[in-house]
């Protein structure tokens, strides 16, 4: 039995991840979708940042007694797997970074993307200067993120590189993509293993099949 942590990327809930989730429960799994403060049904939390992601999950990782976690993240939630991991390395089995951002100390979200979701960050958080609003065209459980978590550095030691099994997911079927570099640098260094798949980054419905079975082998590698 494995325990599967799964971290849904920028404006997006634990809910996300629910039917993910149910199928690895139905294989004997243990499997905690998270939602981050600030985001989805804890939306009305303010003054979320990056850290504050990084507690929400090295804390359940305390509720829940966690000693052997494969952390699954998405997107945005790429920044936040690799403070966990950082902070918390010998709890950790594996990493899965899902079409996510992998950052060196120093870097943020901000630094990382495009220049285009960096306008689409701006635009978003023109309302009240702190939240960016979801885009148009999610799903509508979907609700505003924190600005900060975007633009706050990520502070590494370099401890998570320790986790011996890195895995890097590219959905390489959207135009716009900030990952395609990530995945060129990545399928070079032999500490990680790399997969494309060519579907857009809305990896739960075009192709959860797939992110199932690499969760899977992730864990019993």
């Known amino acids: 039995m494995a325990t599967f942590v799964l971290v849904p990327g920028g404006w997006h809930g634990g809910w996300y991840f629910g039917p993910l989730a149910d199928r690895l429960r139905e294989r004997g799994h243990r499997a905690h979708p998270v939602t981050l403060t600030g985001i989805g049904e804890r ?36 920044m936040v797997i690799s403070g966990v991991a950082d902070r918390a390395p010998g709890r950790v089995r594996a990493l899965v970074y899902s079409d996510a951002y992998v950052p060196e100390d120093g870097q943020s979200c901000w630094e990382l993307t495009t220049d285009g979701f960096r306008q689409l960050f701006l635009e978003g958080a023109r309302a009240d200067g702190h939240t960016i609003a979801a ?14 978590s975007m633009t706050q550095v990520a502070r590494l030691t370099g401890a998570w590189r320790t986790v011996a099994r890195k895995h890097y997911v590219y959905l390489s079927g959207w135009p716009g993509s900030p990952f395609p570099e990530v995945y060129r640098r990545l399928r070079a260094d032999p500490g990680w293993s790399t997969h494309e798949l060519p579907v857009s980054h809305n990896v739960m419905r075009d192709a959860p099949d797939a992110l199932l079975d690499i969760l899977l082998r992730a864990a019993d590698a």
């Open 43 to 78: 939306n009305h939390l303010a003054g979320a940042n990056l850290d504050t992601h990084v507690r929400d999950v090295l804390g359940l990782l305390d509720s829940e007694r966690i000693e052997d976690a494969v952390l699954c993240g998405h997107s945005y939630a790429g």
């Open 135 to 148: 885009p148009p065209g999610l799903d509508p459980r979907t609700t505003s993120h924190p600005l900060a």
